[in-house]
């Protein structure tokens, strides 16, 4: 049974790059695209974009510009970065795993908070 | 990118009442549409993909349908364990996005 597993600060500066792990159990990470989703307090969910094993990714044009996924098949895991943070990027961050773009699988989520 | 707008926002009902949760796209998605439940302090769960396939898994009170820019998702006869907020999410485009959810509560 898959399982994955998110990593990482619970508090970000606001300017500064915020970064997470999503561990990967259960299945080799060299199967399957993996996503990051992420919801903000009382809003909708948005998703930030997915990698596949050959680091082939895509991502939602609004992040674009701030955001990488990486993978690491050693580690079976996947990881994001996600530059100059404001306020507005705080947010309880998933990882999932995408099956045609339908994510069937997910992290419990970490909640990031962006301040000083 | 595409919107999503899922009516309504809150639902209010009874163990054993038909529920049906209403969701349009801005534009067509033929049938690339997913519905996930998702209940407080957990992630969401994948329930129904390409707007009527029943997940592995979840329970056959679970139906979806729909094409093109209306979808449904009803449960036949809602159960306890089913008070939860639902979303719907396309992936017809290479934006994925979801709706606003839909919250189901006791009423």
């Known amino acids: 049974q898959v399982q994955l597993q998110e990593s990482g600060p619970g508090l970000v500066k606001p300017s500064e790059t915020l970064s997470l792990t999503c561990a990967v159990s259960?299945?080799?990470?060299?199967?399957?695209?993996w996503s990051w989703i992420r919801q903000p307090p009382g809003k909708r969910m948005e998703w930030i974009g997915y990698i596949y094993y050959t680091e082939n990714t895509n991502y939602n044009p609004s992040l674009k510009s701030r955001v990488t996924i990486s993978v690491d098949t050693s580690k079976n895991h996947f990881s994001l970065r996600l530059s100059s943070v404001t306020a507005a990027d705080t947010a309880v961050y998933y990882c999932?795993?995408?099956?045609?773009?339908?994510?069937?699988?997910w992290g419990q989520g970490t909640l990031v908070t962006v301040s000083s | 990118d595409i919107q999503m707008t899922q009516s309504p926002s809150t639902l209010s009902a009874s163990v054993g009442d038909r529920v049906i949760i209403t969701c349009r796209a801005s534009q067509s998605i033929s049938g690339w549409l997913a519905w996930y439940q998702q209940k407080p302090g957990q992630a969401p769960n994948l329930l129904i993909y390409r707007a009527s396939n029943l997940e592995s898994g979840v329970p056959s009170r679970f139906s979806g349908s729909g094409s093109g820019t209306e979808f449904t998702l009803t449960i036949s006869s809602l159960q306890p364990d089913d008070f939860a907020t639902y979303y719907c999410?396309?992936?017809?485009?290479?934006?994925?996005?979801f709706g606003g959810g839909t919250k189901v509560e006791m009423k």
């Open positions: 999410q396309q992936y017809n485009s290479d934006w994925l996005t």
């Open positions: 999932a795993r995408s099956r045609s773009t339908v994510f069937d699988s």
């Open positions: 259960g299945v080799s990470i060299s199967s399957y695209y």
